[in-house]
């Protein structure tokens, strides 16, 4: 690795020298600057040979080494003689895969999917190059393979299925030991860290250190979807425990078998393993993904001021459902400044529901202009139906998270409705615009709480059934349309198929999933050099998003981008999150680019540096070195 980053500074300051000579030509300086920043085509020096090269995943090619490269570099005979072209190589792996796929069955029950999963992750750990080739190529088929919903399955079954390390553990017994245990990654760099402390995989709830799996497979999206150079993300398991009573008693269970830690306790743990990795590589952005409720919230507040961090279902999900909320009031044939009118109901008040209503909230407000007394008004716009029913001020031991959006006790009775009320009331009396999932429950959305929502007061009724994996999902496409009718708009959190209504009409299932905002956001932060991540930047990486699709489009009920798009609106996104920290000063720059460079680019010169600096699976060429 030192050597990767010894090219890069050798690279930099030649760069720096040209530079210096063509200063004066603003044209040629922004070429050069392109340039500087875009993983190159020169030779990659290695300092390795002979079967250590082979067993290297990121700079193996298998097959596909050529003649001279394998005399180079000791490879003659240590491989079949037939030199094989990229295409080739993927042909044949490909050939496989479909060969397993033509048996299966589709479907989220699809009973081939973890074989398939194992298949991939086996190429992955062989040559990364060729993994994300595959990926990026086929992301629509292969995305619910190694994201929701297949991941899911694969964390539940990580104990059988765990074949080679990947990423870093942090455990409880570790504390004390975090800031050296760093080192132990063999990467200089790192931009990306996915954390998990596997305390709410999707909807399955506590899987413990099995939860690795869904860290990995969200910077498989990085890498794909973001261009972030894939020996630069390290995916992160903290384990201080789990609370699940059957992995606890497992034989196969790969993690500490003890209850969690809680309290300061699991603070200390947390708090020692980010001053760890900021102290490594002060320049990383971490992602906290699938914390529960508990400590989502309280870990976000704790670090955002200080650290380059997120929290993906609590920032990263509101901002993809203001996008789909926005889409459904444009599928009105309505302006987004109608915003403000809808009336939605939340079921589930977790990490991912509170964070959606707190970014609806200020939406509304900001669009009724941004006061104090607008903030106070939009909170009447919604409704919060948790497992216990109906929140109002009544409830017990309220959540302070849940607190703002409690109705008075006289309100709700003048609406017919009281503390506790069910789902299926709460729809029938509010009758809303739109009903929105993200309680884990599958099948929540029940025949009777669908008849309800076709009094809806809209021309478009919206329901949102964003729980993951598909088993978790409040309601099928097919029930929403059948139910409520052809005119529903319908998103789910994991990806289902478009129905068929029949007379040649299409009932579009859109997937209303974070993985369209979190790369972006990665990407954009990595690229501006902010040191962090603030409301502004996750807001105009949402209103890209919503932004993205055409009226004609929205009308006909698609308010989300299909995932072939998703390297495109990813960089969309992060160009409108480097924009946006631009616009707030936060820009600190990032390589070569720095803040005053990168204050001066045009709009489109950032669409530019953004897909320069891009990585794609290109094979380099590769020349040995002895130091
Ligand atoms: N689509 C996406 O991009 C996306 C993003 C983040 C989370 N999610 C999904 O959202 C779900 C919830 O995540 P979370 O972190 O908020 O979980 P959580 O466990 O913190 O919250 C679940 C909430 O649902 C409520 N609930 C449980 N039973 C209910 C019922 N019968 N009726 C109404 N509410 C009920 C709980 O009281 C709780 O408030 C998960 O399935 C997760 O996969 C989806
Ligand atoms: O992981 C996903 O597919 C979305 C989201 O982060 C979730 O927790 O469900
Ligand atoms: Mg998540």
């Known amino acids: 690795m030192s050597n990767f980053s010894g090219q890069i500074r050798a690279s930099s300051s030649l760069m720096r020298r040209l530079r210096h000579r063509l200063s004066d030509d603003p044209a040629r300086l922004l070429q050069v600057r392109c340039f500087t920043t875009t993983e190159g085509h020169r030779p990659t020096i290695v300092h390795k040979r002979s079967l250590d090269i082979l067993h290297d995943p990121w700079f193996n090619k298998g097959t596909a080494f050529s003649m001279t490269e394998r005399d180079r570099l000791d490879l003659r005979g240590l491989l079949p003689p037939n030199v094989m072209s990229t295409e080739q190589q993927i042909g044949r792996f490909m050939e496989d895969l479909k060969r397993l796929e033509q048996q299966a069955r589709d479907g989220p029950s699809d009973p081939y999917a973890v074989a398939k999963w194992r298949i991939l992750n086996r190429l992955h750990d062989r040559n990364e190059t060729m993994y994300y080739k595959v990926l990026i190529a086929n992301i629509k088929e292969y995305a619910p393979i190694v994201y929701t919903p297949t991941v899911g399955l694969v964390c539940q079954n990580y104990g059988g299925l765990f074949r080679r390390p990947r990423g870093m553990y942090f455990s409880a017994e570790d504390r004390g030991e975090m800031m050296s245990m760093v080192y132990n990654w063999p990467s200089e760099q790192v931009d990306m860290i996915v954390v998990t402390d596997g305390s709410r995989i ?15 497979g969200k910077l498989d999206l990085y890498v794909a979807a973001a261009g972030i150079n894939p020996q630069r993300v390290l995916p992160v398991m903290i384990d201080v425990g789990t609370n699940n009573e059957k992995l606890l008693k497992d034989p196969l269970y790969l993690g500490l078998q003890q209850h969690r830690l809680d309290g300061d306790d699991y603070l200390a743990v947390i708090d020692e393993f980010m001053e760890a990795v900021f102290t490594r590589w002060p320049n990383v952005i971490v992602q906290f993904e699938d914390f529960q409720s508990k400590w989502a919230f309280k870990l976000l507040q704790r670090y955002r001021d200080t650290y380059r961090m997120f929290n993906d279902d609590v920032q990263g999900t509101a901002g993809v459902a203001i996008a789909g909320l926005l889409g459904a009031v444009r599928a009105q044939g309505r302006p987004m400044i109608d915003f403000p009118k809808m009336k939605i109901v939340v079921a589930g008040a977790g990490s991912a529901g509170i964070g959606v209503l707190n970014a609806a909230r200020k939406t509304m407000a900001r669009m009724l202009g941004d006061t104090e007394t607008a903030f106070d008004s939009a909170r009447s716009q919604f409704w919060v139906v948790d497992a216990k029913g109906l929140i109002t001020e009544e409830r017990q031991n309220i959540d302070p998270e849940a607190q703002p959006f409690a109705w008075k006790v006289k309100e709700v009775k003048r609406q017919g409705l009281r503390e506790g009320a069910s789902l299926v009331e709460v729809v029938r009396q509010v009758k809303p615009d739109v009903l929105l999932g993200l309680s884990a429950v599958g099948g929540l959305f029940s025949k009777e709480v669908l008849e309800a929502m076709k009094s809806s007061t809209s021309t478009r009724p919206a329901i949102f059934a964003m729980s993951n994996p598909t088993k978790n999902a409040e309601c099928t496409p097919e029930e929403a349309f059948s139910i409520v009718g052809e005119n529903a708009i319908f998103a789910s959190g994991s990806p289902f198929q478009d ?15 974070n993985m369209y905002l ?17 409301d502004g930047m996750l807001q105009a990486a949402a209103e890209c998003l919503a932004a993205y699709m055409t009226e004609e489009e929205v009308v006909k009920g698609v308010i989300f981008p299909s995932i072939s798009s998703i390297r495109d609106i990813t960089k969309q996104v992060a160009a409108a999150v480097v924009r946006e920290a631009i616009e707030e000063d936060l820009a600190e720059g990032y390589r070569e680019m720095d803040a005053r460079e990168l ?15 891009m990585w794609s699976p290109e094979y380099p060429t590769l020349v040995y070195k002895n130091d």
């Open 202 to 216: 999707l909807g399955l709830g506590d899987l413990g250190v099995q939860g690795i799996a869904i860290a990995i």
């Open 599 to 613: 204050g001066r680019l045009s709009q489109e010169e950032i669409a530019e540096y953004v897909d320069n600096n």
């Open 518 to 534: 979190f790369p972006g956001i990665g990407l954009g932060t990595l690229l501006s050099g902010s040191r962090i991540i603030s």
């Open 499 to 513: 129905v068929d209504l029949g007379n040649g009409h299409i009932g579009h299932c859109n997937q209303g999933n």
